[in-house]
């Protein structure tokens, strides 16, 4: 946020403070990431510091609750981008500074992906205004959804700005890098440069094993390896997980999927919010040794579960039938124990 600002500053648009975000977005932990994302549990004990935050929201690309029955994923898509001009225009396109989304949807949503064209039509709107696009691909990038970046899929573009971490060290030493167009570095440097800095910012032992993990990823063949086995866990997901009863969707792109949980398939009603589907399944799964991320909160902010698969992109074919077979028990576990409470009338 402070380099898109510093942007707009050195380009002579002091006023592009306003940040345009998608809900059921998370961007992290942080005063300034967490007003970029609506995630309202986590910001409600902190609304008086992000009423400070020039930020607004528009609708996320989430097709299976979103999507109209009647709607194309074509015309989706474009009701999606004039959302979001119309919302520039709203707040002044002059006073936009950027849009901010995550490629593929993390934690909050669970692997929501755009419809076609979307992000072109998103690209084509920022121009038009001269609004920084910024991508967030923390969890979907690095290789997680068959192409380095997750943006590749998404058509003929580019971002501005696009933030990584996680697998960008594979999980072995802490590290994230902004990674920026060369047209946006020349305007900050030609203005004196970007005045920032962290403690342990440029770290050399974390760069070293980012370093070791990329070229790992480049010599190994992995992407073409987690795209392979993501194609084939998205069908053993579905084959598996598609007709049980509390399964609303199954989403996803390489070796990154999620399955949101409802009660009611037709109408899409989430499960009792105070029982906790996803992370009563989650915790069976970990107990039989397969670690997955559970979400609270899918639908609306409040309501809704989801849980999600990142498994490690080296991962092999009997490991992830494995991991799927083992969370389909732990599923169905969950599924008894729900039902045993709901009928006796203490859903907990």
Same mark, same amino acid.
């Given at each position: 946020?402070?380099?898109?600002?510093? /942007?707009?500053?050195?380009?002579?648009?002091?006023?592009?403070? +306003?940040?345009?975000?998608?809900?059921?977005?998370? +961007?992290?932990?942080?005063?300034?990431?967490?007003?970029?994302?609506?995630?309202?549990?986590?910001?409600?004990?902190?609304?008086?510091?992000?009423?400070?935050?020039?930020?607004?929201?528009?609708?996320?690309?989430?097709?299976? *609750?979103?999507?109209?029955?009647?709607?194309?994923?074509?015309?989706?898509?474009? *009701?999606?981008?004039?959302?979001?001009?119309?919302?520039?225009?709203?707040?002044?396109?002059?006073?936009?500074?950027?849009?901010?989304?995550?490629?593929?949807?993390?934690?909050?949503?669970?692997? @929501?992906?755009?419809?076609?064209?979307?992000?072109?039509?998103? *690209?084509?709107?920022?121009?038009?205004?001269?609004?920084?696009?910024?991508?967030?691909?923390?969890?979907?990038?690095?290789?997680?959804?068959?192409?380095? /970046?997750?943006?590749?899929?998404?058509?003929?573009?580019?971002?501005?700005?696009?933030?990584?971490?996680?697998?960008?060290?594979?999980?072995?030493?802490?590290?994230?890098?902004?990674?920026?167009?060369?047209?946006?570095?020349?305007?900050?440097?030609?203005?004196?440069?970007? @005045?920032?800095?962290?403690?342990?910012?440029?770290?050399?032992?974390?760069?070293?094993?980012?370093?070791?993990?990329?070229?790992?990823?480049?010599?190994?063949?992995?992407?073409? +390896?987690?795209?392979?086995?993501?194609?084939?866990?998205?069908?053993?997901?579905?084959?598996?997980?598609?007709?049980?009863?509390?399964?609303?969707?199954?989403?996803?792109?390489?070796?990154?999927?999620?399955?949101?949980?409802?009660?009611?398939?037709?109408?899409?009603?989430?499960?009792?919010?105070?029982?906790?589907?996803?992370?009563?399944?989650?915790?069976?799964?970990?107990?039989?040794?397969?670690? @997955?991320?559970?979400?609270?909160?899918?639908?609306?902010?409040?309501?809704?579960?989801? @849980?999600?698969?990142?498994?490690?992109?080296?991962?092999?074919?009997?490991?992830?039938?494995?991991?799927?077979?083992?969370?389909?028990?732990?599923?169905?576990?969950?599924?008894?124990?729900?039902?045993?409470?709901?009928?006796?009338?203490?859903?907990?």
């Amino acid at each position: 946020m402070k380099l898109v600002v510093a /942007f707009h500053r050195a380009n002579n648009n002091p006023q592009r403070t +306003h940040f345009v975000s998608r809900q059921r977005s998370y +961007h992290g932990n942080t005063i300034g990431s967490m007003c970029l994302g609506d995630f309202p549990r986590r910001k409600q004990p902190y609304d008086e510091a992000f009423n400070r935050l020039d930020v607004s929201f528009v609708s996320p690309a989430y097709a299976y *609750r979103q999507q109209g029955s009647d709607e194309s994923e074509v015309q989706y898509s474009n *009701r999606l981008i004039n959302e979001i001009e119309a919302e520039f225009c709203r707040i002044g396109p002059q006073n936009v500074a950027a849009f901010v989304a995550e490629t593929v949807g993390g934690s909050t949503a669970g692997c @929501i992906t755009a419809p076609e064209g979307y992000f072109e039509g998103v *690209r084509r709107v920022c121009n038009k205004y001269g609004v920084l696009l910024l991508l967030d691909e923390i969890m979907c990038g690095n290789g997680r959804t068959g192409t380095y /970046f997750a943006f590749e899929s998404e058509g003929d573009f580019v971002p501005d700005i696009v933030v990584l971490g996680k697998g960008l060290s594979g999980g072995y030493l802490p590290l994230a890098a902004t990674l920026i167009q060369h047209s946006v570095y020349q305007v900050i440097q030609s203005a004196g440069g970007f @005045i920032h800095g962290h403690t342990y910012q440029a770290h050399p032992v974390s760069c070293a094993a980012a370093l070791a993990v990329q070229r790992v990823i480049r010599s190994t063949g992995c992407l073409a +390896h987690c795209k392979r086995l993501g194609d084939r866990m998205g069908l053993k997901l579905r084959s598996l997980f598609t007709d049980l009863e509390f399964v609303g969707d199954i989403r996803g792109r390489g070796l990154f999927w999620a399955i949101e949980f409802v009660a009611n398939k037709r109408l899409k009603m989430p499960l009792a919010e105070d029982f906790g589907f996803g992370s009563k399944l989650r915790q069976f799964a970990h107990d039989s040794g397969v670690a @997955i991320l559970s979400g609270s909160g899918t639908a609306d902010g409040h309501a809704g579960d989801h @849980i999600m698969f990142a498994p490690p992109l080296t991962i092999e074919q009997a490991e992830l039938d494995w991991m799927i077979d083992i969370t389909r028990e732990a599923y169905l576990r969950t599924e008894k124990v729900y039902k045993a409470q709901r009928y006796s009338g203490d859903a907990q």
